[in-house]
C-alpha cells in the first residue's frame, strides 16, 4: 500500500515508533478531490479526508485508528498531512 501510494501520488509516509503514529504527506500541488473547486470550497471539507485515512488504514491493520488533519491545502497549506494513530 505504502509504495504505491508514493508512486503513483507521491504521498510521503514516516512512522513514529514510539507513538505508534503515522504521518501522511500528500504531495505538493493543486487539490487532488475530485469534489474540490478550489475557488469555492471551503478548508473544512478537508475533514472529509480524515474520514478516508481513517477507513483506509482501519482496514490495512485492522484495528481502530485515531486520524488528525494538521495541514491542508485548502487550508493554506502546501500539502495536506494526516497524523494516524494506530491503537
Same mark, same amino acid.
Given at each position: 500500500y505504502f509504495a504505491t501510494a508514493t508512486k503513483?501520488?507521491?504521498t510521503e509516509f514516516?512512522? +513514529?515508533r514510539e &507513538?505508534?503514529?503515522?504521518?501522511?504527506a500528500v504531495a505538493e500541488g493543486p487539490c487532488g478531490c475530485p469534489l474540490v +473547486?478550489?475557488? &469555492?470550497t471551503?478548508?473544512?471539507w478537508?475533514?472529509?479526508?480524515v474520514g478516508y485515512q481513517k477507513e483506509s488504514f482501519?482496514?490495512?491493520f485492522g484495528r481502530p485508528v485515531a486520524v488528525?488533519?494538521?495541514?491542508?491545502?485548502?487550508?493554506?497549506?502546501?500539502?495536506?498531512?494526516?497524523?494516524v494513530a494506530v491503537a
Open positions: 503513483a501520488w507521491g514516516t512512522w +513514529d &507513538r505508534n503514529v503515522i504521518t501522511v +473547486d478550489p475557488q &469555492r471551503p478548508a473544512v478537508c475533514h472529509c479526508s482501519e482496514a490495512l488528525t488533519l494538521k495541514e491542508s491545502k485548502l487550508g493554506g497549506g502546501r500539502r495536506c498531512v494526516f497524523e
